[in-house]
């Protein structure tokens, strides 16, 4: 019996180095398991949402205090109808700015493990591009608003003392905000070497540049992802070009035509969530897409009737609109496109 207790009880010498190896690699899956799965800290959300509302009332102040009569002085509006439906074009933007916060807020308010997904990551990456791209187009509006051949030279916009500082330290900050989050998100071996973080968003977007296209051109809600997200991109691109296409997004001409692309690059980001969504069978699973297609088709909506109550209710159409109508075709490509967002995500 003694004999059979110490048989029992007595360690296995020949085994342990063979045991620890097999339980080592298990355990620190479950310890990154967990990790991930862990909840952010409460604030998390309520800090997206600020930065939301933040974002949007600070777009907001751009878009009424640059597209304006008497922005320079003696430039005055052709119409009341023409400024309204000028306005009304960029602030689109704003349902878009809306959904992707909520979104990301919602992810928040799960888990790391949900922020860690390539979709948050993604749109955290456009907000951080959107918010810098913001933050400098308000510090070097004089310039890039300037009217040409104007001597002295004069612009549409030049923020200075505390509307500048507000402005871009809200852009700013939230830019920082979601670049934090984002790098919090990365896997731990590369959140601890910060110098492999461009090569990670270099990575990144030459996969989904190279990803543009549907993975099945019989399914039309993925062909119409697919053909927002490029159009988009598209669109941010002439932003940075040369007029007149770079009206192109905005109808704004030189007021907001260059501070507009930050928006249309947000929208390609959640065009292509939408699209990578529809492929792996998420886009009704999970509500959170219906809150990007949500705002995605509010875009298209404000943005398209802009367009109408600008070609059929402004008396200063087409008159005023000089650099809009030498560019007619792709004026009306660009509507076609993004009526794209109004088409619905279900089929029959």
């Not at 509006?77 to 700015?97: E, K, Y």
């Not at 810098?132 to 040409?148: E, M």
């Not at 200075?160 to 939230?174: D, E, H, P, Q, R």
């Amino acid at each position: 019996f003694a004999a059979s207790a110490a048989g029992i009880y007595a360690p296995d010498h020949r085994r342990p180095q063979a045991g620890r190896r097999a339980i080592a690699p298990t355990v620190k899956e479950d310890l990154v398991a967990n990790k991930l799965k862990s909840t952010p800290h409460a604030f998390l959300p309520l800090a997206y949402s600020a930065c939301g509302l933040a974002t949007t009332a600070a777009w907001t102040t751009v878009v009424i205090t640059t597209i304006r009569s008497n922005q320079p002085k003696g430039a005055m509006m052709p119409s009341f109808q023409h400024g309204l439906f000028a306005r009304t074009s960029v602030l689109s933007a704003v349902p878009l700015i809306v959904s992707c916060y909520a979104t990301l807020a919602y992810a928040a308010a799960d888990s790391w493990e949900r922020l860690s997904s390539p979709d948050c990551r993604r749109l955290n990456s456009a907000l951080v591009f959107a918010g810098v791209g913001s933050a400098l187009w308000v510090r070097f509006a004089p310039i890039l608003t300037q009217i040409p051949g104007s001597n002295p030279p004069v612009s549409h916009q030049a923020y200075s003392g505390v509307t500048s500082a507000a402005l871009i330290g809200t852009y700013g900050s939230a830019a920082a905000f979601s670049a934090a989050v984002w790098a919090r998100s990365l896997p731990e071996e590369v959140r601890c070497r910060p110098l492999l973080w461009p090569g990670r968003v270099a990575d990144g977007v030459a996969k989904s540049l190279v990803s543009l296209a549907p993975a099945s051109t019989d399914d039309p809600i993925n062909v119409k992802y697919s053909l927002l997200a490029t159009s988009f991109l598209l669109f941010t691109a002439l932003g940075f070009g040369s007029f007149p296409l770079a009206v192109v997004p905005s109808w704004t001409g030189r007021r907001c035509s260059r501070a507009f692309p930050a928006w249309t690059l947000l929208a390609a980001a959640s065009s292509y969530n939408l699209k990578e969504a529809r492929e792996s069978g998420k886009l009704f699973a999970d509500s959170t897409y219906r809150t990007l297609s949500n705002g995605l088709a509010g875009f298209g909506a404000v943005y398209l009737l802009a367009k109408v109550g600008a070609v059929f209710f402004d008396p200063s159409f087409p008159v005023h609109y000089g650099i809009v109508k030498t560019v007619p075709g792709a004026q009306l490509a660009a509507a076609i496109l993004i009526g794209l967002t109004l088409r619905p995500d279900k089929v029959g």
